[in-house]
Each structure stands twice: as C-alpha cells, then as structure tokens.
C-alpha cells in the first residue's frame, strides 16, 4: 500500500476507529461513502495537505475501523465521529463527505453545528430519493444474514464494474480484504436499512434542518453521470438551499475525487479558503414524494395504451 500519511487508532465508545492523517493548518476531516474507506481519498491529499490538517477516517463497519454489533443507523454514525473529533481535540473543523459520508455529515450538523466551519457534500446522500434497486433490495431485514458470505463476491463485482473504474489494483484488493472481514456484511445492511427502504432514500438534512440554528457556509460536488446518487438531487438542493453552490464535473460518475482529483482538489481549496455565507433554507426540503407502486403501474399502463392506439 503507498503511504498516505501517519496512521492512528482509539477506542471510541463500543468500537476502535482508525484514520490516517498528514499535513498542517486547520483541520479537513474527510468522510467516505459506504463498502468504502479512507483510501477514496488518496488522490485528492497531496494537494489538500499542503495548507491543512487533513484527517481521513475509516467510518466504523468500514475500512481498518471496528464492527461492532450497533445499530448503524445514521445518527449512531454522527454520534461516534462526533465522539472521536472530540477525542482528538478538534474544536473547530471543516467537514467533507462522500455519498453516504455526506449524510453523516449532515447529521454531525446537530451535535457539533457551531464547531463546523464548512461542510462539503460530494455526491452526497440525503438530498433526494432515487438510489439503485439494489440498494433498496438491501433494506430488506431478513436478507442480514446472507451478506456477510456474499461480501467479498459482491465487491469484486462492483471493482469489477463501470462505476469502479477510477480505482486501481490497490483500491481494489483493499477493499475485497476490507469488505470480506467480519462483520462488514452486518454493518452494511444495517447502515443501508437506515436510510434507505424500497421506495429509495429515507433519510436526509429536511428531517431535523428545523433543528439547526444556523447552517455553516455549504458547497456541493457532483458528477454530471453519478449513475449511484443523480445529479439532479445536486441541482435540486442548490435551488432550495441559498448561498449554496454546486460544483458539477462533466462526464464524471460517482467519485469525481477519484476521477477529476485536481480539478476536485482545486474547487474544495477555492471553497475552504474563501469568506463564504451561512447557508440558508430557501424552501421547505422535504424529499420528493414518489408515487405508490400501484400508481405507478396505472401510468405506465395508461402510457402504454396511449401508445398503442394514439390517444
């Protein structure tokens, strides 16, 4: 593996939470996305490290951290990093996060609002519904139990798709060693069912924004062919939330810090560094309701009927 930086572990509450950390200045903490690990990151330090503290956490089910048999439902996440910023004596920090990261990020905003400086949500969760059937397959409770024998298939085939393409050899055995120990299976399905039920993303920053008392300042990234989270959730919260800007990547999917790191690594430096306003709810940011499944059918039918006889 290359080296990324000096490598730390602690016990945090009823798990061990390992994160790799280099450079100096104001702390970055950056937060990956699910069936992931610190080294999504890796492409991106070099140039963030040169003016920052950067610390890449393995989130807990995750990476070189603890499985412990948790809940791992979205406010237990915030809660555990939370517990572990305050353990390494981060008083004031910017925060990003990936996918599922980013929802972790967005409810640390109700345990430690005030100590976050800025929030940088890529390809982020909790900003709109859609998500693959497969994750949704994955909310099922009583299929627990078969993940965990299927973890390490399961990640070579995701390595081995499309989406996976801006990782290398390294990434790859990583996370099929990673995924494969145990517990991961556990992990995954619980944090997934957390968020997420048949009709897609459960979760998001309208459960309990009301619960905030000021935003921090709050900047989106998102690749323009994100084939896991659309970008149209991107676009949606940029035009409910004022003062928030979303940086798109043409032609980039789920990983625009994998894909495009310096274009990525520029735009984060531009946002941390600059003055920034408070976001602010423009709108209420309720996730769009989606029809019933048997409405649904109704229209395709009625589509279809319109089709065949031209009406």
């Not at 949704?136 to 390595?159: A, C, D, F, I």
Request: with cysteine; glycine share 12%.
């Amino acid at each position: 593996m290359d080296h990324l930086g000096k490598a730390n572990m602690v016990a945090v509450g009823e798990t061990t939470l390992h994160w790799v950390e280099c450079g100096d200045g104001p702390p970055l903490v950056l937060l990956h996305g699910l069936s992931d690990s610190h080294r999504t990151w890796r492409r991106v330090v070099p140039q963030l490290s040169r003016v920052r503290r950067v610390l890449m956490l393995d989130l807990p089910g995750h990476g070189l951290s603890g499985r412990p048999d948790a809940s791992y439902d979205l406010d237990w996440y915030a809660r555990i990093v939370t517990r572990w910023a305050d353990s390494v004596g981060l008083e004031d920090l910017d925060v990003v996060g990936h996918s599922y990261g980013g929802g972790v990020a967005q409810q640390m905003l109700l345990h430690v609002g005030r100590r976050i400086r800025k929030l940088a949500l890529v390809s982020s969760g909790g900003l709109g519904r859609e998500v693959p059937m497969g994750l949704r397959l994955m909310s099922l409770s009583w299929l627990e139990p078969l993940v965990q024998p299927l973890m390490r298939t399961g990640t070579k085939l995701v390595m081995a798709s499309p989406m996976a393409r801006c990782y290398d050899d390294r990434d790859r055995a990583f996370l099929i060693w990673a995924n494969s120990a145990p517990g991961s299976g556990r992990a995954l399905s619980r944090t997934v069912r957390g968020v997420i039920g048949m009709r897609g993303q459960t979760r998001g920053l309208a459960d309990r924004v009301h619960e905030i008392a000021e935003l921090p300042p709050i900047e989106l990234y998102w690749g323009t062919c994100d084939p896991v989270i659309p970008h149209r959730h991107g676009l949606r919260a940029a035009s409910l939330l004022r003062d928030v800007r979303l940086v798109g990547f043409p032609g980039c999917g789920h990983f625009p810090h994998l894909e495009r790191p310096v274009e990525f690594a520029a735009a984060l430096g531009d946002f941390l560094d600059g003055s920034g306003r408070p976001a602010r709810v423009a709108v209420p940011l309720a996730l769009p309701a989606r029809p019933s499944w048997a409405a649904r059918a109704l229209g395709w039918v009625g589509r279809l009927l319109r089709r065949t006889f031209g009406r």
